[in-house]
């Protein structure tokens, strides 16, 4: 645990000097303030811009910036297990993507005063925000150059987040949600969204499906994209070290 502290220390310092904390505080203020003084506006949307958008774009540029200044971890971690780090990098982000949340909730508490399930929005939030995060980590991983990136980054928010954020704000029919169900943004929507009232509407299969799928897929993505990764440039490393000694 000492070991992932450390890593998750250094990423928030990292997260200072790119100036990523400041815009994540400067936003949620942002959003929190327009949900208080216009109450017609719908919290969730603000909710879905830092669970389905934030995190895949700010953490995947981040590692993409950390990997061309070859700086993806620090050399005090070079002997930690490759999961450590991973673990390091999400705990890291989840800890700024709490930011928004307990803005949010303090103005819904507070202000708007609802009556809904509040452990059960942190909990859905929580999820959501953790599979975009590993969604942003794999984006980066796989893609080599900036321009890559960007485009990587049109796909996902038209493809997998803009039908979701239509659905849940009523553009688009009922009937067509289960067309959406291969979208991790419209998953963690189920979840947010039934969190946001007094008691959940949607099926309950749909509600177990939601938290199945994205945990599965949060799992297979560390399994088969940013654990060998990070084991890939481990052992990269610790091989240019061994030539740099053997040279010397």
Same mark, same amino acid.
């Given at each position: 645990?000492?070991?992932?502290?450390? #890593?998750?220390?250094?990423?928030?310092?990292?997260?200072?000097? +790119?100036? =990523?904390?400041?815009?994540?505080? =400067?936003?949620?203020?942002?959003f929190a303030a327009i949900v208080a003084f216009f109450p017609e506006v719908n919290p969730s949307n603000f909710l879905y811009i830092f669970v389905f958008i934030i995190p895949v774009v700010v953490?995947?540029?981040?590692?993409?910036?950390?990997?061309?200044?070859?700086?993806?971890?620090?050399?005090?971690?070079?002997?930690?297990?490759?999961?450590?780090?991973? !673990?390091?990098? @999400?705990?890291?982000?989840?800890?700024?993507?709490?930011?928004?949340? &307990?803005?949010?909730?303090? =103005?819904?508490?507070?202000?708007?005063?609802?009556?809904?399930? +509040?452990?059960?929005?942190?909990?859905?939030?929580?999820?959501?925000?953790?599979?975009?995060?590993? !969604?942003?980590?794999?984006?980066?991983? =796989?893609?080599?150059?900036?321009?890559?990136? /960007?485009?990587?980054?049109?796909?996902?928010?038209?493809?997998?987040?803009?039908? *979701? @954020?239509? +659905?849940?704000?009523?553009?688009?029919?009922?009937? +067509?949600?289960?067309? #959406?169900?291969? /979208?991790?943004?419209?998953?963690?929507?189920?979840?947010?969204?039934?969190?946001?009232?007094?008691? *959940?509407?949607? *099926?309950?299969? !749909?509600?177990?499906?939601?938290?199945?799928?994205? @945990?599965?897929?949060?799992?297979l993505l560390v399994i088969f994209a940013v654990r060998p990764f990070f084991q890939h440039y481990m052992e990269r490393i610790q091989k240019n070290?061994?030539?740099? &000694?053997?040279?010397?």
């Amino acid at each position: 645990m000492s070991k992932i502290g450390f #890593l998750i220390k250094n990423d928030l310092k990292r997260y200072v000097r +790119y100036r =990523i904390l400041h815009m994540v505080v =400067i936003c949620s203020f942002l959003f929190a303030a327009i949900v208080a003084f216009f109450p017609e506006v719908n919290p969730s949307n603000f909710l879905y811009i830092f669970v389905f958008i934030i995190p895949v774009v700010v953490f995947s540029f981040s590692l993409h910036s950390d990997r061309v200044e070859d700086q993806v971890f620090p050399c005090e971690a070079e002997k930690c297990k490759p999961m450590t780090i991973v !673990l390091g990098k @999400i705990g890291s982000a989840l800890l700024l993507e709490l930011i928004p949340l &307990v803005f949010m909730m303090l =103005i819904l508490g507070l202000v708007e005063r609802l009556n809904i399930s +509040y452990w059960g929005l942190f909990f859905a939030y929580l999820l959501g925000a953790s599979v975009h995060i590993i !969604l942003g980590l794999t984006l980066s991983i =796989i893609s080599r150059t900036n321009r890559i990136l /960007s485009l990587n980054y049109v796909v996902y928010i038209l493809v997998f987040c803009t039908a *979701p @954020i239509m +659905y849940y704000n009523n553009q688009i029919p009922l009937k +067509y949600q289960y067309f #959406l169900i291969f /979208s991790p943004a419209f998953l963690s929507g189920v979840l947010i969204e039934n969190s946001l009232v007094q008691s *959940p509407y949607s *099926p309950v299969w !749909l509600i177990v499906l939601s938290v199945f799928l994205l @945990i599965a897929i949060g799992v297979l993505l560390v399994i088969f994209a940013v654990r060998p990764f990070f084991q890939h440039y481990m052992e990269r490393i610790q091989k240019n070290k061994r030539r740099n &000694v053997a040279d010397e």
